[in-house]
């Protein structure tokens, strides 16, 4: 803000920009829409809302400031205010108006260089007339093209902002807030300079009554000697006795003469009486319009001041609101993360619990398997031990056999045999030999 605090002051010295208005039926539209948005039942809202109904107020908010947008644009158009100058394009929506603009100027350049070469049999053998006529071409279609540029832009405006979020659209509502201040000020200084040209206007519409009702008194005052020579002349014509002599016709055209001169005179009293009376009119005229417009721009830098005012305030109060929703929806994050972590806390605690349940279970399996598994491997050893009893009854026979037939003694060599086999087993012949424990460095079985 400045340092000054004048709200209400206005430099009539700014270079001010007229549009012409065309009323329609805009203001009594925009009325009736606001009206709409009174609700009864929006203490009950406040009393039960939820961060849920929240974000429905929030998308109503959208929708009421995104209608109000559009309708404030459609209110442009019928008003006669410029696009262009009352709505916060983006970079690529002014880019489509700043092209078409440059192309204008540039087409309007080639066409004064194109008329500016000579008119000569020269350079009109080198096309001069065509290039003219192909720059005019040019030309139109820039012209074309601008003035369809505005629409374009506001075509994209209209689909940026449809699916804008609420912030986007407070922006929007601030920016027309603060082109609105500046479109007041314009007013205000065209309602001066027209009251400054009234008052000139009474000045001069005064100064016109004075003479006119001077030269009116002027007039009176001949009329007056007029009329007691008319009156004499008269008189001079009625006391002629001859009414065919040269005297009586003297005596007529004196009264004729006196008669037209009075004639004009009337009518340069009626004339002068209904100057005066109608520049006496236009005084009060034009002092009862310089009592309006004072009026009415005494009211525009009312709502100037206050909207400029309070366009600043509601910037702060929009950034108020437009963080709170970020918090509403920053607390409704923290709100399901930390659903999501009780769930995950809740599913890993079951995992965990069912991890421990199973494995002591597998601990209930693994020792209720244990006397099944001695018993298997009873069997086994069993079965080995009949194998082993089969294989030294066969070993026996051949040992007799072998003694029998070569008088070898076999029994030497099958003990030495066993003796050297590591898994043989030794003793009692019916018991499985142990196998060989495989060394440990540490005795701890759990380890």
Same mark, same amino acid.
């Given at each position: =803000?400045?340092? #000054? ?15 012409d ?13 606001l009206? !709409? ?6 203490? !009950?809202?406040?009393?039960? $809302? ?7 107020m ?14 404030? &644009?459609?209110? !442009? #158009? ?13 970079? &690529? ?8 603009q440059?192309?204008? /100027?540039? $087409?309007?350049?080639? @066409? ?17 007339k ?5 720059a005019?071409?040019?030309?139109k279609?820039a ?9 374009k832009?506001?075509? =994209? ?14 922006k929007?509502?601030s ?17 001066k /300079? ?14 016109? +009554? ?8 002027e ?8 009329? $007691? ?5 008269? %008189? ?7 009414? %065919? ?17 009075v ?9 002068? &009486?209904?100057l $005066? ?6 005084? +009060?005229?034009?002092n ?16 100037r001041?206050? @909207? ?10 929009? #950034? ?17 993360? /930390? +659903? ?15 991890? +421990? ?8 399996? =693994? ?9 298997? =491997? !009873? ?9 082993? %009893? ?7 026979d ?20 066993y ?10 012949? #019916?018991?499985?030999a ?5 060394? &440990? ?7």
């Amino acid at each position: =803000m400045s340092d #000054d605090f004048d709200l209400l002051e206005t430099n009539s010295n700014e270079k001010t920009e007229k549009v012409d208005v065309n009323w329609g039926k805009a203001i009594d539209t925009m009325k009736s829409k606001l009206a !709409q948005e009174d609700d009864p039942e929006v203490r !009950q809202k406040i009393l039960n $809302a939820t961060l849920d109904d929240v974000v429905n107020m929030a998308e109503k908010d959208r929708t009421t400031l995104l209608d109000a947008i559009k309708d404030l &644009t459609d209110y !442009q #158009d019928e008003v006669g205010i410029l696009f262009e100058k009352f709505s916060s394009l983006n970079a &690529t929506e002014q880019k489509v108006i700043d092209d078409a603009q440059k192309a204008l /100027e540039r $087409a309007r350049v080639v @066409l004064d260089d194109a008329k500016a070469k000579p008119d000569t049999w020269w350079n009109n053998l080198w096309g001069r007339k065509s290039k003219i006529a192909k720059a005019e071409q040019a030309l139109k279609d820039a012209e074309k093209t601008r003035a369809a540029a505005d629409n374009k832009a506001k075509a =994209m405006f209209q689909e940026r902002i449809e699916n804008a979020d609420v912030q986007t659209l407070l922006k929007e509502l601030s920016y027309k807030s603060q082109a609105a201040v500046t479109r007041l000020k314009n007013r205000e200084v065209e309602i001066k /300079e027209v009251e400054d040209k009234l008052q000139d206007a009474i000045v001069e519409a005064t100064k016109n +009554h004075t003479k006119a009702l001077e030269k009116k008194k002027e007039v009176e005052a001949k009329l007056e000697e007029r009329y $007691a020579l008319l009156k004499q002349a008269r %008189q001079e014509l009625e006391d002629v006795a001859d009414k %065919q002599s040269a005297e009586y016709a003297q005596a007529i055209g004196k009264v004729t003469e006196l008669e037209q001169k009075v004639e004009e005179l009337e009518g340069l009293k009626n004339a002068y &009486t209904t100057l $005066a009376a109608s520049k006496d009119s236009f005084v +009060h005229k034009h002092n009862l319009t310089i009592k309006v417009l004072t009026s009415l721009r005494s009211n525009l830098q009312t709502h100037r001041a206050k @909207l400029k005012s309070d366009t600043e305030e509601r910037l702060k109060y929009y #950034d108020g609101y437009v963080v709170a929703l970020k918090a509403r929806t920053d607390q409704e994050f923290a709100a399901i993360l /930390e +659903h999501l972590g009780v769930k995950t806390d809740e599913h890993i605690g079951e995992t965990l619990a069912a991890m +421990h349940t199973a494995s002591a279970k597998a601990r209930q399996d =693994m020792m209720d398997n244990i006397p099944v598994h001695e018993k298997v =491997m !009873q069997g086994v050893y069993s079965s080995y031990a009949e194998a082993l %009893q089969e294989i030294r009854e066969k070993d026996v026979d051949i040992q007799k056999n072998f003694a029998e037939r070569y008088g070898i003694d076999m029994k030497e060599i099958f003990e030495e045999y066993y003796k050297a086999d590591a898994n043989t087993p030794s003793g009692n012949d #019916d018991e499985p030999a142990e196998a060989p424990k495989p060394k &440990t460095e540490d005795d701890d079985l759990l380890s």
